[in-house]
């Protein structure tokens, strides 16, 4: 069974910090992935994709990609309470055609004004 | 911005009755999905299409579960039979080549 697993927090930060948020994954053949911000009862809106080992920045955001470690992160430098929202992870675990995404249960930040 | 589209916001129905969920997505994205999410639970895929045909389907996608892209532009998805266990947010996302899937703002299904 392929998993990805978040903390479900709630992690809570003070406005200006940064935020992090971690996911791991159980299948070794992932190739994608990607973080969806989820403001509460809607739908997820795509943050960041990550294909590759190393750090990869847009903006405030940073997503970190471990493979060999099955790990991934999402870094929120100067963290506004708009960030305030859950956080999934989600994972495309098979080469080729395949494009299903794989999710984690999500990690709910709170930034503290 | 070009967005994914989707109709009904809410859908009420009752037990055993059917129903379409519709969709559009980004006019020039080439691959197709549904998803659910139930209330405090992970996003779960249900089937992707490609081509004008499935390319991928869950577990959950059984036969009481169909897809269609009737014309050019509209993504459906349609349940058989309700049951009360289908009650959840269902997302249709969209993709071009790369795998960056796109989501609409979903349909809440409630089956009572």
């Known amino acids: 069974q392929k998993e990805v697993e978040q903390n479900s927090g709630p992690l809570s930060v003070p406005e200006g910090a940064i935020a992090s948020l971690n996911c791991t994954y159980s299948?070794?053949?992932?190739?994608?992935f990607f973080w969806y911000r989820q403001y509460s009862g809607k739908s997820p809106e795509l943050i960041m994709s990550i294909y590759s080992n190393g750090d990869k920045e847009d903006g405030r955001f940073t997503a970190q990609l471990n493979k060999a470690s099955q790990y991934v992160s999402l870094l929120i430098r100067d963290s506004q309470p708009s960030d305030s929202a859950t956080y999934l992870c989600?994972?495309?675990?098979?080469?080729?055609?395949?494009?299903?995404?794989?999710w984690g249960l999500g990690t709910s930040l709170a930034v503290n004004p | 911005e070009p967005e994914v589209t989707q109709t009904p916001s809410h859908q009420v129905t009752q037990m055993g009755q059917e129903v379409i969920l519709r969709c559009v997505p980004i006019?020039?994205?080439?691959?197709f999905y549904w998803y659910r999410q139930i209330l405090g639970q992970k996003v779960e895929f249900l089937v992707s299409f490609y081509n004008n045909e499935i390319s991928e389907k869950s577990e959950i996608f059984d036969d009481q579960f169909s897809v269609e892209r009737p014309d050019g532009s509209n993504f459906t998805l349609k349940i058989r039979s309700t049951k009360l266990e289908d009650s959840a947010m269902y997302f249709c996302a969209s993709s071009e080549r790369t795998d960056e899937a796109f989501f609409g703002q979903g349909t809440r299904l409630t089956v009572v």
């Open positions: 299948d070794r053949v992932s190739q994608s």
């Open positions: 989600a994972v495309k675990p098979n080469a080729g055609n395949n494009r299903k995404l794989i």
């Open positions: 006019s020039n994205h080439l691959y």
